[in-house]
């Protein structure tokens, strides 16, 4: 059996260990500290996040990932691509309500 991809976006897998570490903290419903890489400031900041959801452009094929700011109360997305490191920390107890108020 053969089977043809629409779009095939070769350029994710210099993301693939971040992307991992993402899908891995939102199975454990964990914050993560990111290092992440600003193209237009061209530096880096370093932050705290709680990834919900992964998220693809149909049109450019770029990935993103959207994370709860605890501190800011807010949901922020940030290219995979510009997302240098990330690294688990605690588990977050309010996961669930969260992920819920993302998704209504």
Known sequence: LRFRFKHHFIVHTLEDGVLLEMLRAMREKRWVEITNFSEKLQSESVFCGVPLKVFA??????????????????FATYRLDYVKAAKPLDVFDGYDKVLERLQS
């Open 57 to 74: 452009s149909v049109v450019t094929g770029r990935r993103y990932v959207c994370l709860y700011q605890g501190k800011r109360r807010q």
